[in-house]
């Protein structure tokens, strides 16, 4: 029962690494005619280039008279402690927002607005139910209540306003760190014509740039979120087909990818929310198109619209800070209540010894001495069952004539249950307490997923970025090294298929983890020097394992080189 054990963990993680190598969701087509969001894009901005704010001089559009308008489509900057947000007075939309306190690869400030060129409706687009006033408000030059805005940690509101001879009149109000916090900015926007209010609709656009976080097998593509019902739905971009409209009361909706997340929290409105995958080709006709998810948030009815939107990291202190249940944008899985804590007790210990290199492995070292009972027991019960590998041996080979369907198949149970009682070996003792750190071992492997903190977050060496892989694959051959001493040292299968299998795992496992986060790998080799000492200390303890001989009980007896068997010899 214990082999079928690490063959399920076996198992389990090579279905695991197979997905993300060769399951990545592909990328969609866009649909055929226009797209809501404007046409296809020629090309993407390269990945880890960050996008250069634009500066667009561009004369107010044609139509009616502008009343109250900018005379030139300009920028106006926002900055705070933590984002530096550039807006454009032409559609009022927002065409930068850097994250100054995270880094693209390269090192500078990440950005998470896409830059897809002309074609795209920007962050904040302001649309109604008629198309042609949404084409007049996207074009239209806004006036700013400041030409800039420098806060700190300061609240601060900016707005834009535009008005025309035609008589319609749309006012957007940016309100920045309300109630303290850095990445939420409320929303306020209305639109009228003739003092009669429209449906507001504000378009966020392609959704996220994620810069050269892009790729490799464990990386998490964009997907759209709805809050619902107490959970969390989420949408990859092919599910949006059949799915691309929401209305109600959620908690909040959004797209996110693998560590950062643009949402809208309505509170109490009622919402209608669409979603719109969105493929764009490379720079490079060689690279692989990136998919985007373009989304849009409105009122049901006429009247004025005011929502609040985060646009940062998906950090649990930082999303508890907005919303209790906010932290669920985190997809930590089924063993979220174990993940959870785990996560504040790498980031308590972080505090103390400042590198979360060495705090996963401190953190290792302390579950597996929280574990240590339980693999001791299940150690000890292996023991006692290898001891008992002749007796089980030669209880099977004497049925082995026997048909499963056989009754006399199943006296051979009873006699191994007989066995069992006889010798005190309960077969289920070995397996349970292991398959009881299984989702600790999944709870660390979701973790250490999606956690922001490891992104960027160096070691020592050449492991600069625990979020990645290593790129000399040392510590994976270091972590299958291990495993194969680990498998050595565990009690010997007498089934030789078996053991040839069992001995493909190390070999599996790490061809798997070479291009896993460096930081999974560094809490897998931990774990197995762990065990081996433990195996080590449990050897001491019982006494060195005894070698199986296998008990011949069926068969042709071997000859006798000294007696009969040589008897008819000259």
């Known amino acids: 029962m214990e082999k079928r054990v690490f063959l399920a963990i076996f198992l389990s993680f090579v279905v695991l690494g197979l997905y993300q190598l060769l399951f990545a969701p592909p990328p969609l087509t866009p649909p055929a005619g226009p797209v809501e969001a404007g046409a296809p894009a020629t090309a993407a901005q390269a990945p880890g280039a960050t996008p250069p704010t634009p500066t667009i001089q561009q004369a107010a559009p044609s139509g009616a008279t502008p009343l109250i308008g900018d005379a030139v489509a300009r920028d106006i900057v926002v900055e705070t402690e933590a984002i530096r947000a550039v807006f454009n007075t032409k559609g009022a939309t927002l065409r930068s927002w850097q994250l100054k306190h995270y880094r693209e690869r390269d090192g500078t400030p990440l950005e998470l607005v896409p830059s897809l060129g002309s074609g795209f409706d920007y962050p904040f687009t302001l649309a109604t139910s008629d198309a042609t006033l949404s084409a007049t408000l996207a074009a239209a030059l806004f006036k700013p209540s400041a030409e800039s805005l420098s806060l700190g940690t300061a609240t601060g509101t900016i707005s834009f306003q535009y008005s025309d001879a035609a008589g319609l009149n749309a006012r957007k109000t940016f309100v920045f760190q309300p109630d303290g916090k850095p990445y939420i900015v409320n929303v306020e926007a209305a639109i009228d014509v003739q003092g009669t209010s429209l449906p507001v609709t504000l378009k966020f656009g392609p959704a996220l740039h994620i810069g050269n976080d892009v790729g490799g097998p464990t990386h998490l593509p964009a997907t759209a979120l709805i809050s619902r019902s107490g959970k969390v739905d989420r949408l990859s971009a092919s599910a949006l087909a059949s799915e691309p409209r929401f209305e109600g009361q959620p908690k909040f909706v959004g797209v996110d990818e693998q560590y950062f997340l643009v949402a809208t929290l309505p509170g109490s409105q009622a919402i209608k929310a669409d979603f719109q995958p969105i493929t764009v080709p490379g720079t490079d006709p060689a690279a692989t198109p990136r998919t985007f998810i373009a989304y849009s948030v409105g009122t049901p009815g006429p009247g004025a619209a005011s929502l609040a939107w985060f646009i940062g990291p998906k950090e649990f202190d930082i999303l508890r800070a907005v919303d209790g249940e906010f932290v669920r944008a985190i997809d ?69 004539k026997y048909k499963l369907t056989d009754p006399e198949r199943q006296k051979m149970n009873t006699e191994m249950m007989a066995l069992y009682k006889q010798k005190g070996v309960n077969p289920a003792s070995g397996c349970v307490p292991m398959l009881l750190t299984m989702p600790i071992l999944f709870a660390f492997y979701a973790m250490l997923q999606v956690a922001i903190e490891l992104r960027g977050a160096p070691f020592f060496g050449w492991i600069h970025d625990l979020s990645l892989q290593d790129p000399t694959y040392i510590w994976p051959l270091l972590m299958g090294g291990t495993m194969f001493w680990q498998q050595k040292l565990m009690p010997a299968s007498t089934d030789p298929t078996q053991a040839k299998i069992l001995m493909l795992m190390p070999i599996v496992f790490t061809v798997s983890f070479l291009w896993f986060p460096s930081g999974l790998v560094i ?19 019982i006494g060195a394992p005894t070698v199986a001989r296998v008990v011949r009980t069926s068969g042709p007896p071997k000859p006798n080189r000294t007696g009969a068997g040589q008897a008819g010899k000259p």
């Open 523 to 541: 809490y897998w080799l931990t774990s197995n020097l762990m065990a081996i000492a433990q195996q080590y200390l449990t050897n001491r303890i």
């Open 332 to 400: 930590f899985g089924m063993f979220a209540w174990l993940v959870v804590p785990m996560l504040q007790g790498l980031k308590w210990l972080y505090g103390y010894i400042g590198n979360y290199g060495w705090s996963i492995v401190v953190l290792t070292i302390l579950i597996n001495l929280v574990l240590f009972p339980l693999r001791h027991r299940s150690m000890v019960s292996m023991r006692k069952m290898q001891s008992l590998q002749p007796e089980i041996k030669a209880i099977q080979d004497r049925y082995a």
